[in-house]
């Protein structure tokens, strides 16, 4: 079946069975960033942002999503937001593996869009059941929060 | 050949391509993308299925609404009993597209909501293209044929000891998964309202031991506590039978509920 999509900032046509996982869909729509890990939803490799939230693209039947904005973390490597991330978690000692970036990543961005500043608690609640391949849960929590330092200053700059 | 998906725009086209398609089933997130139905139709994207309104004693919701846009209500505003029940399902990954419709929803296995929406005493809300009725969620089993779920009505409870277990392997949900709800209310160094709620394999909600215990003077006493433990032992196994049940959720329950009892002590 034909799936209209916005993936990337393109319109595009995705061509698959309703029930087929948006994330072999993806994968072979050339988005290599998304992954398959668990098949759970937990590791956080095939994590998307789906209208402008994290999803697991494993647990996504591609039929859903018509009329949805995909982004893949090939595309959101070009964003303000990800280099915000990337110098918070240089910052913490972070190097992340490739595994697991799309999940890391985009979890710190569903946190640094918070309307009010997230406790330290609740940052590590919602990242807690990542792949802890590479970094431990406290340097990964540490970095989203310099992340959060130094997004928010670019914005009182800006 | 894959599965075959439909589309509504809103509730009242659901509900007419449910009576022209036959064997349609409505899912919600559809994060169980492994036992999809071969004809269905999600919720995703129906705005008028996807409402928060709150309300002074309540607050309806909609089937569609994802368990990230509950927890965004904020702590304050949602019965801690629920709040904490929200945040131990998966993660906020998952919770960004599984919906409480969903949840309530699923078919031979109740998940992780059910129990604590039994304890509140949530009413469900059913639509087909002529009638609405209301059913409460204690005796839901299966959304009646040609009908949605339109609503969930949670009432706003705030209980002086409310205790949320989710019991069997995290992250995942097996024969093993189950859900345990307490909430205790007192007045005057007695129990006012007591409501206790156990779902997974089955459900398990009685009226009888509720009222068995309602009424007892604070602190419970050793003795007291001996005799919930058997009322409730004796209504437990009524409602649950050896095909349902494994003995060690059966003792995992009877160590809740003693647990429970406890904190009254």
């Known amino acids: 079946m034909k799936i209209p999509v916005t993936l990337n900032g393109t319109k595009t046509i995705l061509d698959a069975h309703a029930d087929e996982s948006l994330m072999k869909v993806l994968h072979k729509n050339g988005c290599p960033s998304v992954k398959s890990g668990c098949s759970s939803g937990f590791c956080g490799t095939c994590t998307i942002l789906l209208d402008d939230k994290p999803a697991a693209s494993c647990k996504i039947p591609a039929g859903i999503v018509r009329n949805c904005d995909i982004v893949t973390l090939d595309y959101f490597t070009k964003t303000e937001e990800y280099s915000n991330i990337m110098a918070g978690f240089q910052k913490a000692g972070i190097k992340l593996c490739g595994y697991c970036t799309a999940g890391k990543v985009f979890s710190a961005y569903q946190i640094l869009k918070m309307p009010k500043m997230p406790t330290r608690q609740e940052i590590t609640d919602c990242v807690k059941a990542l792949s802890p391949c590479c970094t431990d849960l406290e340097t990964l929590v540490n970095g989203i929060i310099y992340a959060i330092q130094i997004s928010n200053k670019r914005l009182k700059r800006g | 050949m894959g599965k075959t998906i439909l589309y509504a725009k809103n509730a009242a086209e659901l509900i007419k391509i449910l009576n022209n398609n036959p064997g349609t089933k409505v899912v919600g997130g559809c994060n169980r993308i492994e036992s999809l139905p071969e004809k269905f139709i999600s919720t995703h994207g129906i705005k008028d299925l996807s409402h928060i309104s709150r309300h002074e004693r309540y607050i309806d919701v909609g089937p569609g609404t994802t368990l990230s846009e509950l927890l965004a209500i904020g702590q304050t505003h949602l019965p801690p009993i629920l709040y904490e029940a929200l945040n131990c399902i998966a993660n906020p990954i998952i919770r960004n597209t599984a919906t409480i419709g969903g949840n309530i929803c699923s078919e031979n296995h109740k998940l992780t909501l059910f129990a604590p929406l039994m304890a509140l005493d949530a009413k469900l809300e059913f639509k087909n293209q002529t009638e609405t009725h209301t059913e409460n969620i204690r005796n839901f089993k299966a959304v009646p044929e040609g009908f949605i779920l339109s609503n969930i009505r949670i009432p706003l409870v705030d209980a002086e000891l409310s205790i949320f277990r989710r019991v069997g392997p995290e992250h995942t949900i097996t024969q093993q998964s189950a859900s345990f709800a307490f909430l205790a209310d007192t007045e005057k160094n007695s129990l006012l309202n007591v409501h206790l709620a ?28 001996s005799q919930l433990e058997e009322a409730v032992a004796e209504q437990f196994q009524k409602a649950a039978t050896d095909q349902m049940i494994t003995d060690v959720m059966r003792q995992q329950f009877f160590n809740l509920a003693r647990y429970s009892f406890e904190q009254l002590t």
């Open chain 2, 198 to 225: 156990f779902a997974g394999p089955f459900t398990f909600h009685s009226k009888e031991f509720e009222n068995f215990m309602s009424g007892r003077r604070l602190p419970l006493s050793q003795k007291d506590i």
